[in-house]
C-alpha cells in the first residue's frame, strides 16, 4: 500500500477520561489528552497521574495511540518540573509528547532519547521549511498552522521531510498559534502557558465609528473550522493525522465528531449537506468556515455561538459510556495428559497460556459448548468474544471444572494486558541545563515600521537600527502598506537590518528570497527571524540571524539551543518578568519600549472594518467595550497585527534594568511618528518618564 493510499490518522480530543471513552467509541485512533500541569489547555477535566496510566492503559486495549501535551511554554524555574512531567508521560506508556517550547523539547531529548516529539501548532509550522529545522531538532511529526490554503498545505506536506499532522474539525483561534499575547499582556491569563481569556469572542468596533452590527460586531470571533467537505483533496495530500479540536468540549462533541469523521475516512468521501448539518449541532458557532484552506477570508468567516447552536447541542444524547468491545479470536486446547491452553488473539497481539490438565471424566464429558461458555464470558472487561469464531479442540472423555476454565480466561487476559502495555522508556538522569554563550551588549537596538519614522536623532541614540523586509522590496514586490527605504536613506540612518515578516508560506518564498537579495545590496548585515522555519532563508543570503521575540524564548535552554543554530542575539518573550529576563543571560535583550503586537492575523480586519485604503495607511484601531483603542497594521501579504493599546516603556526605569542586568536593550516603533520617536529618544536619554499611560515589565 503506498504512502496515499494508507487513510491518515484520526487523533480526537480526550479532555477527561469520560472524553477519551467517547473517543475511542466514536473510532478514534489516537488521543491527546494532558496532564494537571504544563499543557495549553489547563481549564479542562486533565488528567492526574493515575488517571494517565490508566488511559494509556484502556486506549492501548483498543490499539488507540495516546499523545500527551506539554505544549506549553517554560520558565527556567519550571523546567524540572516540566521534565518530570514528560517523565512521567513516558513512564505511563505515552506514545508521543506534543510539545511547544523548544528548549523543553532539547531536555526532553537528552533525559527521554527514544521519546516521540510532536511539534504543537503553538511552534508557528507554516512552510516545509520548518519541517527540515524541526528534523534537526529531534521532532517526527509537526502540526501545521491552521491559516494554511490548499495550496500552501499540499506543498508543505510533499516537501517536509516529518510528518504534518493538521486540525480538520473544531475552533479556530484567530490569530496565528504561538504568535497571540493579547490575553497574557491585557489580561495577566498567557494563552501561550494554557489560561487564554479568549479576548477574540469579545466584541470590537473600528475607533472613532459607531459599533457594527451582525458579525462584524465581533471581528476576531471566528466561526469553528470544518473541512469535512473537502476530505477526497486532503486525502490525497499525503497528511499523516486529521486532528479535531475540543478537550474542553463534551463527551457527547467528542463522540459524535469522531463516529461523522470516522464514516467518512473509511469511506473515503466528503460529508454530505445533511452531514455537515450533523456537525453543525453538535458544536458551532453559526455553522463552519473553510476560508483559509480555499482562500475565501472574508466576513463569512466571523461568527459566534448563537442561542440556536446551543439549543442545537443540548439534543444531543447524553454519552452512557464506552459501548465499544474489542474483538477477540479464541482458541483453546484441551487434550489428556497434557495442560489445558487458550490463545488469545486482539489483531495486533496473540498470547498463549497453560492451564491445569484435563482429567478421564466419571460421568458426563465435558463439550465444546461448555467450554465455550466459559471461555467466552468477558463480563466487564473491554473485550467480547463470539463462541462463533472460537475454535476448540478437545479431545473426547475429558473433563475440566468451570473454574478451571475460568481462571485459564483470566490468565490469558492478564496476559493480553500485558502485550498491550507500552515497554519502558529509556531514561537517562538529568542534564545540566546548558550554559548560555555570550554576556549581554551595552546597546540599544531599533525596528522602526517605515523610514520616515526615522529622525536624525536616531542614528547617534541607537547602535542598530532594522526595517521590515518588504522595505526592500523591489518594483515586481513593493508592497504599498510598506515604504521603501532608498539607497540614500539607507546609508544616512546605516539601516543594517531587516526584520522578516511574522508568517512565510511556501508560496512566499521566492518573494522572500528577492526580499533578501535586495536588503543585502542595500547593505543590510542582519536578518530579525521570529520563525525557525525562516531561518535557511538567512543563511541562504548570507545574513547574521538576530531571534525575534515571536521565538517565544522564555528560558535557557531555548536560548542555548538558538545560539546553537547560530542566532548572534535573541529577543526574550514579553511575557517574562524582570527576575525572568535576567536569569536567563547571554547574548539576550530585551524590548524595553514599543507597542507589544498582540495577534497576527491571516485575514484583514482593516478591510472588513474600513477600506483597502485604510489597509495602506495604517490608521485603523479596534476599540473594545471599555473604550479601549488596539492599533491594526497591515503585514505584508494583507495580514494584520494588532497591538497593544499601551507601550512598554521603561524610560524611567533604568536605574531597574542595571539592577537587573537588562543592559542590552530594545525599541520597537510602530504608530509614531518622526516627531514623537524623537520624544521618545529625548525622554529616555534623560530618563524621564513618557507623558501618557505606559506598561512596564513586570517585577
Sequence with gaps: MSERDRLPELLCPAGTPAALDAAIDGGADAVYLGGTVMNARL???????????????????????????????????????????????????????????????????????????????????????????????????????????????????????????????????????????????????????????????????PAGSRAPQGRLAHPLSLRDLSLAAHLPELLEMGIASFKIEGRMKSPEYVRDTARIWRRLLDERRAATPAEMQQLAAVFSRGGFTDGYFTGRLGTEMLGTRRSADKRASRLAAPFAGLQRRMPLRLHAVLRAGEPALLTLSDGRHSVTVAGDCPQPARTAPLTAQQVLHSLCRMGGTVYRAEASEADVDLSPGLMLPVSCLNALRRQGLDALEAACAAPAPEERPAAPLRELPGTRRVCRTARFRSPGQIPSGAVCFFDRISLPLPCFAGPEDADPAFERVSPDQARVFRIVGAVLPPVITDSALPAVRRMLARAREAGVRYATVGNPGHLALVREAGLVPLGDFRLNVTNRESAALYASLGFEELLLSPELTLPQLRDIGGSTAVLVYGRVPLMTLERCVIRDLASCESCRSDRVALTDRMGVSFPVLREWEHRNVVCNSLPTAMTDRAAVLERYGLTNRHYLFTTESREEVMALITADAAGRPLPFPVRRIPS
Design 43 to 205: 481549564h479542562a477535566g486533565n488528567f492526574t497521574p493515575e488517571q494517565l496510566r490508566d488511559a494509556v492503559r484502556r486506549a492501548h486495549r483498543f490499539g488507540v495511540r495516546v499523545y500527551i501535551t506539554l505544549n506549553t511554554l517554560v520558565t527556567d524555574r519550571e523546567l524540572p518540573a516540566f521534565l518530570d512531567a514528560a517523565r512521567e508521560a513516558a513512564r505511563a506508556g505515552a506514545d508521543a509528547l506534543i510539545v511547544a517550547d523548544p528548549g523543553g523539547a532539547a531536555l526532553i531529548r537528552r533525559a527521554l532519547p527514544g521519546m516521540e516529539l510532536h511539534a504543537s501548532t503553538q511552534m508557528s509550522g507554516h512552510n516545509a521549511l520548518m519541517g527540515a529545522e524541526l528534523q534537526r531538532l529531534g521532532f517526527s511529526r509537526m502540526v501545521a498552522a491552521r491559516e494554511l490554503s490548499a495550496a500552501d498545505l499540499r506543498s508543505l506536506t510533499a516537501s517536509s521531510p516529518i510528518e504534518t499532522e493538521i486540525f480538520v474539525h473544531g475552533a479556530l483561534c484567530v490569530s496565528h498559534s504561538g504568535q497571540c499575547l493579547f490575553s497574557s499582556l491585557v489580561g495577566g491569563r498567557s494563552g501561550n502557558r494554557g489560561e487564554c481569556a479568549q479576548p477574540c469572542r469579545l466584541p470590537y468596533c
